[in-house]
Antibody, heavy 121, light 108 residues
Framework: EVQLVESGGGLVKPGGSLRLSCAAS????????MNWVRQAPGKGLEWVSS????????YYADSVKGRFTISRDNAKNSLYLQMNSLRAEDTAVYYC??????????????WGQGTMVTVSS | AIRMTQSPSSFSASTGDRVTITCRAS??????LAWYQQKPGKAPKLLIY???TLQSGVPSRFSGSGSGTDFTLTISCLQSEDFATYYC??????????FGPGTKVDIK
């Protein structure tokens, strides 16, 4: 079964740091681009960051650029999101998401269950 | 950046109804559009990609159409399990994805 399982969420003070992890199983992780997508409480979906299969290409939303770092370890079938200088507006459920690449583009086809990050003093 | 809008933002419907949700892009995105369904407390689920291609396992009562800037998601005969929030997403500017604000479908 294809599965993505996030972990690492929790309560952190403004200005603090947190590292999210996503464990992948049931597919060849090293063949897929991966994303982080977040959803603030009661709000819509917001793309956060993307990393290509070999980590050659990395992209960030303007809202997190310079504060968040995406990475992956294909040997461990894992995706990570290092979040620094956290703000209240970063409070959200963070989803790990697999991208189905098709030609020059792709779409998200598999989502994890999400991990909650709360930034509050 | 490409902006996505959806209409309506929410509406009430009855089981058996035919419902249509509209998604509009701020610029042409060809057919690079996906639709997702999200139920409360759950992760989104892919329904449609390439504007009109049904993801494997998704019931045939779901269909998508459109290209360029205007798209629709149609549920031909609403079932109880279809009450949820629906999001469109453009991947024309891949990997910089943009989601629509969502359309909530609830029970009349």
């Amino acid at each position: 079964e294809v599965q993505l399982v996030e972990s690492g969420g929790g309560l952190v003070k403004p200005g603090g740091s947190l590292r999210l992890s996503c464990a992948a199983s049931g597919f060849t992780f090293s063949s897929y681009s991966m994303n982080w997508v977040r959803q603030a409480p009661g709000k819509g979906l917001e793309w956060v960051s993307s990393i290509s299969s070999s980590s050659s290409y990395i992209y960030y939303a303007d809202s997190v650029k310079g504060r968040f770092t995406i990475s992956r370890d294909n040997a461990k079938n894992s995706l990570y999101l290092q979040m620094n200088s956290l703000r209240a507006e970063d409070t959200a459920v963070y989803y790990c998401a697999r991208v189905y690449d098709y030609g020059a583009r792709g779409w998200v086809d598999i989502w994890g269950q999400g991990t909650m990050v709360t930034v509050s003093s | 950046a490409i902006r996505m809008t959806q209409s309506p933002s929410s509406f009430s419907a009855s089981t058996g109804d035919r419902v249509t949700i509209t998604c509009r892009a701020s610029q042409g995105i060809s057919s690079y559009l996906a639709w997702y369904q999200q139920k409360p407390g759950k992760a989104p689920k892919l329904l449609i990609y390439a504007a009109s291609t049904l993801q494997s396992g998704v019931p045939s009562r779901f269909s998508g159409s459109g290209s360029g800037t205007d798209f629709t998601l149609t549920i031909s005969c609403l079932q109880s399990e279809d009450f949820a929030t629906y999001y469109c997403q453009q991947y024309y500017s891949y990997p910089l994805f943009t989601f629509g604000p969502g359309t909530k479908v609830d029970i009349k």
